[in-house]
């Protein structure tokens, strides 16, 4: 089990950039992939973002040329900078870890952190 804390959203005017911030309290990410979804009210949670543990990306088509994942040399922690931020965006932002990671799929994910709010406001 790895812990996972999210940290960096908040509130940000359309067309605004936010970056999010995922550490795993203890240790490094290491051998793991990283991966951001999000869920707005009423919406299942869906895919934003991966990176795998030797730095492979994938996007959801909704954010690719947006979002940017990335991670820290020292593997520490990952980021997801959101820019040209949209209403649409606004949800609970949620890190996710599983070994060498990088899918899409929720289900492949076996960490989670609790979430960091993101309101985008028009």
């Known amino acids: 089990q790895v812990q996972l804390v999210e940290s960096g959203g908040g509130l940000v005017q359309s067309g605004g950039s936010l970056t999010l911030s995922c550490v795993a309290p203890?240790?490094?990410?290491?051998?793991?992939?990283v991966g951001w979804f999000r869920q707005a009210p009423a919406h299942e949670r869906e895919f934003v973002a991966a990176?795998?543990?030797?730095?492979?990306?994938n996007y959801a088509d909704a954010v690719e040329g947006r979002f940017t994942i990335f991670k820290d040399n020292s593997e520490k922690t990952v980021y997801l900078q959101l820019n040209s931020l949209r209403p649409e965006d606004t949800a609970v932002y949620y890190c996710?870890?599983?070994?060498?990671?990088?899918?899409?799929?929720?289900?492949?994910?076996?960490?989670w952190g609790r979430g960091t709010q993101v309101t985008v406001s028009t």
């Open positions: 203890g240790r490094t990410f290491t051998n793991l992939g």
């Open positions: 996710a870890a599983a070994l060498f990671g990088g899918s899409a799929v929720r289900n492949d994910w076996p960490n």
């Open positions: 990176i795998s543990w030797h730095g492979n990306t």
